[in-house]
């Protein structure tokens, strides 16, 4: 490859290539106009360095408007009048392609009634094309962007004295350096092939850092035993990011707002980490120390999650959250919850609440206050002003304080209200 293999896919795919139908809107992965398909999959070539896409089958417009099913859709585009400035079409073509799940593509111009009125039509003709297995990734090895494929590989470029910056999705690290990607050196981890599977074992599930948000939403295993992480996920940005995204990019990046972060608290997670001479384990709760900063060490790699299992049996939970719409925004308060019911109320209570705190926090004294008595209206409204006491919320540009423990009140009611014989309060 000639090509920086930083470069970002939308400019390689538009200055280099010509292929100039994959558009340029947001660079952040928040409009869709930038939708490849990658191995099937949606993905935003405005987060993807080129050398990430070195042997994956990546089709953009041109190659999608000459298959049978591309046609269907423009067709259906034009025949429903989902199409005005067209800026935004060829990544609602890929996306719908590939199975129309609109929630990563913005349209600044055609009614989504219209888009949509589309995407019914196409589905009754279509079969959704499924995501190929992505293939074997060859490692590469260069000064500036290394891919190496095992874990030992890429604990020894952490031990050397380069600036590398881990790359898993890249839907945090590319945001944040946009501009800046050619100061960087990128160590992308995405094609190491000796991270632990995602697997259960008789006490625990094992979630590897790089699964997706897809993989955690669809896994039977995730849904089975850790249910807050699956809703989690399923809530995370749109399709898009949901492909690219991973839990381990979630955990490191620590932003008081990451949506894994508070279901993995009151799954009791652990974190295990690895670094050139050792491995440790850190529970979750005591991972992070500040906004953006953790316990991991120089030169350490967060390999898997671990979460232990506990009978679902009598199990209540939920993760709950709000932000400025349903997808593609960012959490402006969440509330994970889980605990245990038995025949007068709750035991073993677990809360955790994202964006109110410097970094995830826990609620002891609401938890400790619902193990105190029966489930009734009065003390359920009463334990949500408590957790609205509890949280340490700050003004910003996204939200209020007083907003948001407000917020985090109203989704505790939301959740447990119909465990009092009530409705849910919208
Ligand atoms: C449009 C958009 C919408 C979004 N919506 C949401 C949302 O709704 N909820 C939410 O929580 N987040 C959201 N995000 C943020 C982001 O998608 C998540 O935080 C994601 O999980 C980050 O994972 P990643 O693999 O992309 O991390 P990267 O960007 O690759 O990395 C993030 C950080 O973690 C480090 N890192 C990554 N993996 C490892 C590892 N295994 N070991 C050590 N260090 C590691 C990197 O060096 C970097 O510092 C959104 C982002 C975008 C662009
Ligand atoms: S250009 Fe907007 S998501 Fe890529
Ligand atoms: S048709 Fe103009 S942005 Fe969608």
């Given at each position: ?7 970002l ?31 099937g999959?949606p993905?935003?070539a405005?987060?993807i360095p080129?050398?990430r896409?070195?042997g994956?089958?990546?089709e953009?417009?041109?190659?999608i408007?000459?298959t ?13 009048g989902g199409?005005?400035c067209?800026f935004?079409t ?7 392609t ?5 929630s990563?593509n913005?349209?600044?111009c055609t009614g989504?009634?219209?888009i949509?009125a ?15 297995p992505?293939?074997?990734?060859r490692?590469i ?17 952490l031990?050397t004295d ?10 945090d690290?590319?945001?944040q ?5 050619e100061?960087?050196?990128?160590l ?12 259960e074992?008789?006490q625990?599930v094992?979630?590897?850092?790089l699964?997706?948000y ?6 039977p295993t995730v849904?089975r035993?850790?249910?807050p ?12 990011i949901q492909n690219a995204?991973t839990?381990g990019g979630?955990?490191?990046?620590a932003s008081?707002a990451g949506?894994?972060?508070?279901a993995l608290q009151?799954?009791g ?9 050792e491995a ?8 992070f120390?500040?906004?953006g900063?953790?316990r991991?060490a120089?030169?350490e790699l ?6 232990p299992k506990?009978?679902?049996t ?9 932000g ?6 960012i959490?402006?308060?969440s ?11 709750l035991a073993?209570?677990?809360i955790?609440l ?18 105190r008595?029966?489930l009734?209206?009065?003390r ?5 002003d ?6 340490q919320?700050?003004?910003?540009i996204?939200?209020t ?16 209200l119909?465990?009092a014989?009530r409705p849910?309060?919208s």
């Amino acid at each position: 490859m000639t090509t920086d293999p930083r470069t970002l896919l939308l400019h390689v795919l538009r200055e280099e290539l010509g292929l100039r139908g994959t558009k340029y809107g947001c660079g952040e992965g928040e409009c869709g106009a930038c939708t490849v398909l990658i191995d099937g999959r949606p993905l935003n070539a405005c987060l993807i360095p080129a050398g990430r896409a070195d042997g994956a089958r990546v089709e953009t417009i041109e190659g999608i408007a000459g298959t049978e099913t591309g046609q269907t859709v423009i067709k259906a585009l034009c025949e429903q009048g989902g199409v005005q400035c067209g800026f935004c079409t060829p990544g609602f073509v890929a996306s719908i392609t590939a199975g129309g799940d609109l929630s990563g593509n913005l349209c600044r111009c055609t009614g989504y009634i219209k888009i949509r009125a589309a995407v019914r039509q196409v589905l009754d003709q279509i079969e959704p094309r499924p995501p190929s297995p992505p293939g074997p990734r060859r490692a590469i090895l260069g000064p500036a962007y290394a891919r190496p494929a095992t874990v030992a590989d890429a604990l020894r470029l952490l031990a050397t004295d380069a600036p590398w910056r881990i790359l898993a999705g890249g839907t945090d690290l590319l945001v944040q350096h946009e501009h800046r990607l050619e100061r960087l050196s990128l160590l992308d981890i995405t094609a190491i092939a000796d991270f632990p599977a995602l697997t259960e074992t008789s006490q625990s599930v094992v979630i590897p850092a790089l699964a997706t948000y897809t993989d955690l939403r669809t896994s039977p295993t995730v849904l089975r035993w850790a249910g807050p992480l699956a809703t989690a996920a399923a809530l995370v940005g749109g399709r898009q990011i949901q492909n690219a995204g991973t839990v381990g990019g979630n955990i490191v990046n620590a932003s008081p707002a990451g949506d894994a972060i508070p279901a993995l608290q009151v799954l009791g997670a652990r974190i295990h980490l690895r670094s050139p001479h050792e491995a440790r384990t850190v529970p979750i709760s005591r991972f992070f120390t500040g906004p953006g900063r953790t316990r991991l060490a120089k030169g350490e790699l967060v390999t898997h999650i671990e979460i232990p299992k506990t009978p679902p049996t009598d199990l209540i939970w939920f993760f709950d959250r709000v932000g400025t719409r349903r997808a593609q925004a960012i959490t402006k308060a969440s509330v994970a919850f889980r605990a245990r019911r038995h025949e007068s109320g709750l035991a073993d209570v677990s809360i955790a609440l994202g964006a109110v705190g410097p970094t995830v926090l826990e609620a002891p004294k609401t938890a400790a206050f619902l193990e105190r008595g029966p489930l009734t209206e009065e003390r359920l409204r009463h334990a949500a002003d408590l957790l609205g006491r509890e949280a340490q919320p700050i003004d910003d540009i996204r939200s209020t304080a007083r907003y948001r423990r407000r917020a985090v009140a109203g989704l505790l009611l939301r959740n447990l209200l119909p465990l009092a014989g009530r409705p849910p309060c919208s």
